[in-house]
Nanobody, 125 residues
Framework: QVQLVESGGGLVQAGGSLRLSCVAS????????MGWFRQAPGKEREFVAA????????PYADSVKGRFTISRDNAKNTVILQMNSLKPEDTAVYYC??????????????????WGQGTQVTVSS
């Protein structure tokens, strides 16, 4: 079992940056494949980025490619989403998720086993 707590969301102007953090409690954080998803009002939850225990990432969502970067610090049980050049269309609740062994290595929300409560990101134009 692992519990995930996101932080770092807020209100920012278009073109600005935010750094989201997700801290995991529980054992064996380094064994989990970690992902970030987001959900805008009236829309389905969508994949943003994901990273393996060794730091390799899946291809980013096309909508964030070149602007967002995912990273992790296994010693601190933390996964980070650095978001630059933010756009109003990035406005959403951002969720951290964990995929436990045996890993699925996917972009599908249904394949992740644990979820945080989410953090709101609002980008004004």
């Amino acid at each position: 079992q692992v519990q995930l707590v996101e932080s770092g969301g807020g209100l920012v102007q278009a073109g600005g940056s935010l750094r989201l953090s997700c801290v995991a409690s529980g054992r064996n954080f380094s064994n989990y494949f970690m992902g970030w998803f987001r959900q805008a009002p009236g829309k389905e939850r969508e994949f943003v980025a994901a990273i393996s225990w060794s730091g390799s990432s899946l291809p980013y969502a096309d909508s964030v490619k070149g602007r967002f970067t995912i990273s992790r610090d296994n010693a601190k049980n933390t996964v980070i989403l650095q978001m630059n050049s933010l756009k109003p269309e990035d406005t959403a609740v951002y969720y951290c998720a964990a995929d436990r062994p045996p890993y699925k290595f996917t972009r599908y929300a249904s394949d992740y086993d644990y979820w945080g409560q989410g953090t709101q990101v609002t980008v004004s134009s």
